[in-house]
């Protein structure tokens, strides 16, 4: 779990460094000039505080901790990018959690997650095939999936939150809020702020930069 630690807390500021890049390129550019939306090369820079994003869509949405059931729809294939924000997705999960559903064709690539999950917070991850999807249950759907069509229109006149992390884009709005894709929908998520470093472009980099460098020469050193 060390290892695990290190690396989800290398990749997060990693990530935060992203999102501020993302955001500078989102400041500067003009809108007709900026490039159109693909979910096949998408990088959604908000993965980092998705565990932020869930709390504030279901105190909106009226669902408690002890009756949420979130379901994750595992990537299409074998993308470092995707693997990482599921990675880190998982390891920020709010321990209160009482029903995890892992939706996936590659069940060995969790099988340690699920094996960590039930010795340490007791919860046991259940893993279904995306063939099977339909005979399962979940109230909270986060889809890591880019071009499939797994969920249909299910999702159209159900109470199912259905948050598609590549098909739409998240954007952010005038008082910085993140305008949440939920469904066909939009869900504004306010009171998440970025570091206090943001602010000024070349300071942040470099804070960033430096913190990072840090973190790798002590994680090598063991």
């Known amino acids: 779990m060390l290892f695990?630690?290190?690396?989800?807390?290398?990749?997060?500021?990693?990530?935060?460094?992203?999102?501020?890049?993302?955001?500078?390129?989102?400041?500067?550019?003009?809108?007709?000039?900026?490039?159109a939306f693909s979910p096949l090369t998408y990088k959604n820079p908000y993965i980092v505080f998705m565990h932020k994003i869930i709390a504030s869509v279901?105190?909106?949405r009226k669902i408690?901790?002890?009756?949420?059931?979130?379901?994750?729809?595992?990537?299409?294939?074998?993308?470092?990018?995707?693997?990482?924000?599921?990675?880190?997705?998982?390891?920020?999960?709010d321990q209160r959690l009482?029903?995890?559903?892992?939706?996936t064709d590659r069940p060995e690539r969790y099988a340690d997650?699920?094996?960590?999950?039930?010795?340490?917070?007791?919860?046991?991850?259940q893993l279904a095939a995306k063939s099977l999807y339909r005979q399962t249950r979940g109230n909270v759907i986060l889809d890591f999936e880019r071009t499939s069509d797994l969920m249909g229109k299910t999702t159209e006149?159900?109470?199912?939150?259905?948050?598609?992390?590549y098909k739409r884009p998240w954007e952010v709005g005038e008082n910085l809020d993140i305008l949440v894709p939920v469904g066909y929908n939009t869900l504004v998520v306010s009171g998440i702020s970025l570091p206090a470093e943001s602010r000024d472009s070349f300071k942040y980099e470099?804070?960033?930069?430096?913190?990072?460098?840090?973190l790798d020469r002590e994680f090598r050193k063991g």
């Open 64 to 93: 408690s901790f002890q009756r949420l059931e979130l379901v994750i729809i595992d990537a299409e294939e074998n993308r470092d990018q995707d693997d990482n924000d599921i990675r880190a997705v998982l390891l920020e999960l």
């Open 4 to 35: 695990q630690s290190l690396w989800a807390w290398i990749y997060l500021l990693r990530t935060r460094k992203s999102i501020h890049h993302v955001e500078g390129e989102h400041a500067i550019q003009d809108r007709s000039s900026k490039p």
């Open 206 to 214: 470099r804070f960033m930069n430096d913190k990072i460098d840090r």
């Open 98 to 103: 009482n029903y995890l559903l892992l939706v």
């Open 58 to 60: 279901i105190l909106q």
């Open 157 to 165: 006149c159900s109470k199912t939150v259905y948050l598609p992390i």
């Open 113 to 125: 997650f699920a094996d960590e999950m039930y010795e340490e917070n007791g919860l046991i991850v």
